[in-house]
Structures are given as C-alpha cells and as structure tokens.
C-alpha cells in the first residue's frame, strides 16, 4: 500500500493545528492572554500569534498549490486566543472540505511560490511538499509551542502529540502473586 499526498499531509496538519488550539486553552488558564500574544523566542523572530498565522497559511497555501483549489484568504489580523483559535478551525475545515483524489498527482505537478520580495521557488509537488511545506509547517507550530513553554505555560510533549491519545495503552501490570 503506498502512502498518498493526502494522507501525508492533510492529517498531519489538522492534527497538529487542532493540537494548538489545546495549547491556547491550557495557555489562557495558566497566564495573562496579553502577555503571551506578542510573546517571542528572539527579538528577530514573528510573536506567538504570527506563529499560528504561518502555520495556518503553510497548510492551507501547500494544499491549495498542490491541488489548484483556491485556499480561504485570511487577514493576519488575529490578536486574541480566540480569533487565533478561529483561524485555526477555518484551516481545518478548508483541509476537510479537500476530496482526497484532488491531490492524486500533485507529486509531479509544478508548483511556484512567489515571494513579497520578487524571488520564489519552483519545484514539483512532492518536493514542495517534503522540502518545504511539512518542514515549514512544523517550524512555526514548534516555535509556538517553544513561545509558550518559554513563558512558562505548563504544557509538555503530549500537549503536542495530543492527536495520538486514542492509541495509548497503560503498560501491563505485574501479576499479584
């Protein structure tokens, strides 16, 4: 059985995205949303909401390119845990609403990104894909995740593997004697 683009990457991404939407619950009951909102890792690097924006755009923009399927357009206007959680479910359901078989083979399509700056990239999709999408994607969740753990919300690594608690098992118990 072979993997396909979609099961490679829409899962992932909801997964995840639905993970962050936990960790600003957990967040909103440990700290001040004011103080964590703008919070950085670095002077240099984009605050926590910026960080849920990317990671929302890297999902929706890899599948919308893979597929030709125009992704909804979001402002980058979020400045509450709510509005980022929001943006979070508005990405969700763009990836739900994607039939699997529109993805059936992007791996070969061309896909060209474009940058603010006039430079871009061109590449077939399953590069784009694997080189840059899913690697992207992750760097701005686990920079969130980093963001928060930094300012001292308790959350660990389950927080962000939260989509596996369905396959947990306790260990097996010693036998009494």
Known sequence: MSLSLHQASVPAFIATLTSMKHWLDKAAKQKSEAELIDARLAP???????????????????????????????????ASFAELK???????????????????????????????????????GLTHLNGFAL????????????????????????????HLAPFMFAPPQPAEA
């Open 44 to 78: 240099d690097m984009a605050p926590l909401s910026r960080q849920f924006q990317i990671a929302s755009d890297t999902a929706k923009g890899a599948i919308a390119r893979l597929t030709g399927i125009e992704a909804p357009a979001m402002a980058d206007t979020e």
């Open 86 to 124: 929001e943006r979070c479910d508005k990405t969700i359901a763009y990836l739900e609403s994607i039939d699997p078989a529109a993805l059936d083979g992007a791996g070969e399509r061309e896909v060209v990104m474009t940058f603010p700056n006039g430079g871009g990239m061109r590449m077939d």
């Open 135 to 162: 690697p992207n994607f992750y760097f701005h969740a686990t920079a969130a995740y980093a963001i928060l753990r930094a300012q001292g919300v308790e959350i660990g690594k389950a927080d962000f593997l939260g």
